[in-house]
């Protein structure tokens, strides 16, 4: 069975740090495309980055740009999310999901959304 | 950013009846290369989410085919034949034409 798995959330301080990791099982992580998402508490889902397979490209949600950076190592196939200077509005459980879309030339791009999900990671950042 | 607005909040549905969920968005789906990147998405509860159906009308491996979905430019509709207790949960649309993704704030689906 294919699955993704996410570890190392938890609580944290206001303007603290955390970094997620999402690794893949039945395959690897290596290459395809990844995304987060997230879920606040009784809220809708929200996503907030994802890294290409074609290229590594990364791209992320207004509400986290210039905080947060998503990351591939290869050779471990793990996928980071690194989030620094956290905000109470950044709880929320996060979920890795293994991505389908390819963003090269125009004419080929394709975007089928995330066909792969993690059980979640949660984030709670309190004082 | 593209804003994807759903209706209605929640639909209770008796069992073996249909349901139609609807999507729109605040800009055209359409992509230049003439392909409209829109999912859908449920989340049971206390589950993950699951994709149905991406580029508007293509169901995945597994969903039943009581699923469909349609629609295009910035209208679009997810529906449910013969609704069954396993359909609780929420439903959710996704585009992937514009960055940043976006998706819609979701639909309840429950049983009456």
């Known amino acids: 069975e294919v699955q993704v798995i996410e570890s190392g959330g938890g609580l944290v301080r206001p303007g603290g740090s955390l970094r997620l990791s999402c690794v893949a099982s039945?395959?690897?992580?290596?290459?395809?495309?990844v995304t987060w998402v997230r879920q606040a508490p009784g809220k809708g889902l929200e996503w907030v980055s994802s890294?290409?397979?074609?290229?590594?490209?990364?791209y992320y949600g207004g509400s986290v740009k210039g905080r947060f950076t998503i990351s591939r190592d290869g050779s471990q196939g793990t996928v980071y999310l690194q989030m620094t200077s956290l905000r109470v509005e950044d709880t929320a459980v996060y979920y890795c999901?293994?991505?389908?879309?390819?963003?090269?030339?125009?004419?080929?791009?394709?975007?089928?959304?995330?066909?792969?999900w993690g059980q979640g990671t949660t984030v709670i950042v309190s004082s | 950013d593209v804003v994807m607005t759903q209706s209605p909040l929640s639909l209770p549905v008796t069992l073996g009846q249909s349901a139609s969920i609807s999507c729109r968005s605040s800009?055209?789906?359409?992509?230049?290369?003439?392909?409209?990147?829109l999912s859908w998405f449920q989340q049971r509860p206390g589950q993950s989410p699951r994709r149905l159906i991406y580029k508007v009308s293509n169901r995945d491996s597994g969903v039943p085919d009581r699923f469909s979905g349609s629609g295009s430019g910035t209208d679009f509709t997810l529906h449910i034949s013969r609704v069954e207790a396993e359909d609780v949960g929420i439903y959710y649309c996704?585009?992937?034409?514009?960055?940043?993704?976006?998706f819609g704030g979701g639909t309840k689906v429950e049983i009456k």
């Open positions: 999901a293994k991505d389908d879309f390819w963003t090269g030339h125009p004419s080929r791009y394709y975007y089928y959304g995330m066909d792969v």
């Open positions: 800009q055209s789906l359409a992509y230049i290369n003439g392909n409209t990147f």
């Open positions: 039945g395959f690897t992580l290596n290459n395809p495309a």
């Open positions: 996704m585009q992937g034409t514009h960055w940043p993704l976006t």
């Open positions: 890294i290409s397979g074609n290229d590594d490209t990364t």
